[in-house]
């Protein structure tokens, strides 16, 4: 890729030109160790959008960030130097993306700068939790064991939630092919056999008459559906990323009877364990809280962690507050906090809740999943079996008079 660029030297003088790198930020990197100050950085020669690389599946996944972390911490611990270790890692990174951004870590910590500073340049792919991990790391001289903190808690959270979307793509199917057979029966099949009962001038059940009209407004309005749906992928995701869409698609998950019920579990062992890994890594306890309402993914559980943040600083006691929302916070986890604040040891109590609620997550996974499969078939059934018989029933009643 080449880039136009115009900066200023160290003298205050202009100077213009392309520059060739593979991203506009490994483009900057470069001028940026040239010594210039850009100004205006523009990417040449685009050309037609087939042309560009399709990108559908990009970006750092967390099983990345488990192998980044793990072998940075082995290599960390034979004594290998921070940069050689990351050209190596690198070199046998498969994901591009990935291997470009390392070189560039690596490149800014040949410049001078620290680890956790060079990981702050990309926080789509670190989070704050993950640097301020390293950044006590490197404070207290304990950069491999957080690496290794850290790469223990990303395969937790790795195997959650690959465990969770496994469970998710039965159900999914399911819904497809319900909503598939619907359609065509709607569409197809009970106009003809509508037809037939109709022509005999009979009194059709209520049930009947209704999936008739039903078949009707589908097949003289389906543009309606149509524009729905399209409206539905399009504005709704914006919605839902937007702070109002985000506080009420969370509220609205966690008042789901089972499935609300099954993410308190999950959002309960992440804040446990975050703080619990943050403690121990020797940050200060505001600080923690802080980072762990950035990352523990549901407004609902930031708002009440905001408060505890607060009312913490003001020198309260986290059970204290904890023991004021039972709904968010169990009180299972209230008594084993104020167990750790009276002994000191804060942070091996709440990986003693982790450990117990990340079982109850994988005992709920599974109990779900052994449910949910029957469910869905006789849900499918059902909705085809009350369709067909609404249809059926009149000739059946035809063919015996």
């Not at 926080?123 to 390293?134: A, D, G, L, R, T």
């Not at 619907?182 to 008459?209: C, D, Y």
């Not at 909705?383 to 018989?389: E, F, Q, S």
């Amino acid at each position: 890729m080449k880039f136009n660029y115009q900066a200023r030297t160290k003298t205050g003088e202009v100077q213009t030109g392309f520059v060739e790198a593979s991203s506009r930020e490994a483009a900057l990197d470069l001028l940026q160790r040239a010594q210039l100050f850009v100004t205006i950085l523009e990417e040449t020669g685009a050309g037609p959008f087939y042309a560009k690389k399709l990108k559908l599946f990009g970006g750092v996944s967390k099983k990345d960030l488990v192998a980044f972390s793990r072998q940075l911490s082995l290599m960390f611990k034979s004594r290998i130097s921070l940069i050689q270790s990351l050209r190596t890692l690198a070199d046998q990174t498969k994901n591009k993306e990935f291997t470009e951004k390392i070189i560039l870590i690596s490149e800014n910590i040949e410049g001078g700068g620290s680890l956790s500073q060079s990981l702050e340049r990309f926080p789509k792919i670190f989070s704050p939790f993950f640097v301020n991990m390293v950044k006590s790391g490197e404070a207290s001289g304990t950069l491999s064991q957080s690496l290794d903190y850290l790469a223990d808690h990303l395969e937790r959270e790795y195997h959650l939630a690959s465990k969770l979307k496994g469970a998710m793509i039965y159900p999914a199917m399911i819904v497809v092919v319900a909503v598939g057979v619907v359609a065509m029966m709607m569409l197809f099949v009970i106009p003809n056999l509508s037809k037939v009962l109709l022509e005999t001038g009979q009194e059709l059940p209520l049930v009947t008459r209704i999936v008739i009209a039903g078949s009707n407004f589908s097949r003289h309005n389906w543009w309606i559906f149509a524009i729905l749906l399209t409206a539905s992928f399009i504005f709704l995701p914006r919605y839902l990323r937007t702070p109002s869409g985000k506080v009420f698609k969370d509220n609205l998950l966690l008042r789901i009877p089972v499935i609300g019920q099954f993410l308190r579990m999950i959002y309960v062992s992440r804040f446990a364990e975050n703080l619990s890994t943050l403690v121990a890594g020797g940050l200060p306890i505001i600080r923690s809280l802080e980072i762990t309402g950035e990352v523990v993914g549901n407004a609902v559980y930031q708002e009440r962690i905001a408060e505890l943040r607060e009312e913490v600083g003001q020198g309260k006691g986290i059970s204290g507050v904890l023991s004021r929302h039972p709904k968010e916070f169990p009180p299972l986890l209230t008594q084993m906090v104020a167990i750790g604040e009276k002994t000191g040891t804060l942070d091996k109590s709440l990986l003693d809740v982790v450990t117990f609620f990340q079982k109850e997550v994988e005992r709920s996974v599974d109990n779900i999943l052994s449910l949910i499969e029957p469910i869905m078939v006789i849900f499918l059934g059902l909705v085809v079996a009350g369709l067909m018989g609404s249809i059926l029933l009149p000739l059946y009643k035809m063919t015996s008079i």
